[in-house]
T-cell receptor
Framework: GQNIDQPTEMTATEGAIVQINCTYQTSGFNGLFWYQQHAGEAPTFLSYNVLDGLEEKGRFSSFLSRSKGYSYLLLKELQMKDSASYLCAVRPSSGGYNKLIFGAGTRLAVHP | DSGVTQTPKHLITATGQRVTLRCSPRSGDLSVYWYQQSLDQGLQFLIQYYNGEERAKGNILERFSAQQFPDLHSELNLSSLELGDSALYFC?????????????FGPGTRLTVT
């Protein structure tokens, strides 16, 4: 089966660092995406990992360990506008090239 | 603004009815994806088209169908609507058909079935 797990909610303080974890079990693996989604709006792309290791992009970094079926999204220097849901999505290697499987998302609340 | 457009923004209709949602991908993108997002189920992949042809299928109900036209816009048809079909429907597009590139999401159509 296909399963992606993320914490449902997290809270953090403005200026701090937060790590959002994602574990997955899918029929094959062909890449992992992180998307940000503000309430009622469209998801927007944050990062893509297909090889093990850390990808850094400004205040956002994403890490992947394929052997552990594990990824995390690291947000540094948190700002109030980072309050949103963060969606982890895996591209399995079977079932069509583009069948992204999304986790339920992690709702992050940033407080002053 | 992702460059993906969807119409209408909101749709309210009754059970048993049929509706059509429309999506125009970003200029140059050949691939279109449809997703359903309801409160209790998160973002669910429905179907993908690439350059007019169906490429991948998710948990799309038989009451739902889609197509991609020669100008690359896509339509999602939902028929015999039920209360449980109330959700946000997103369209996304990407350059290629193999998802190694990010997908750009449109603003969504909020469907309410009463």
């Amino acid at each position: 089966g296909q399963n992606i797990d993320q914490p449902t909610e997290m809270t953090a303080t403005e200026g701090a660092i937060v790590q959002i974890n994602c574990t997955y079990q899918t029929s094959g693996f062909n890449g992992l995406f992180w998307y940000q989604q503000h309430a009622g709006e469209a998801p927007t792309f944050l990062s893509y990992n297909v090889l093990d290791g850390l990808e850094e992009k400004g205040r956002f970094s994403s890490f992947l360990s394929r052997s552990k079926g594990y990824s995390y999204l690291l947000l540094k220097e948190l700002q109030m506008k980072d309050s949103a849901s963060y969606l982890c999505a895996v591209r399995p290697s079977s079932g069509g090239y583009n069948k992204l499987i999304f986790g339920a998302g992690t709702r992050l609340a940033v407080h002053p | 603004d992702s460059g993906v457009t969807q119409t209408p923004k909101h749709l309210i209709t009754a059970t048993g009815q049929r509706v059509t949602l429309r999506c125009s991908p970003r200029s140059g993108d050949l691939s279109v994806y449809w997703y359903q997002q309801s409160l209790d189920q998160g973002l669910q992949f429905l179907i993908q088209y690439y350059n007019g042809e169906e490429r991948a299928k998710g948990n799309i109900l038989e009451r739902f169908s889609a197509q991609q036209f020669p100008d690359l816009h896509s339509e999602l048809n939902l028929s015999s609507l039920e209360l449980g079909d109330s959700a946000l429907y997103f369209c996304a597009s990407s350059v290629r058909g193999d998802s190694s590139y990010e997908q750009y999401f449109g603003p969504g159509t909020r469907l309410t079935v009463t």
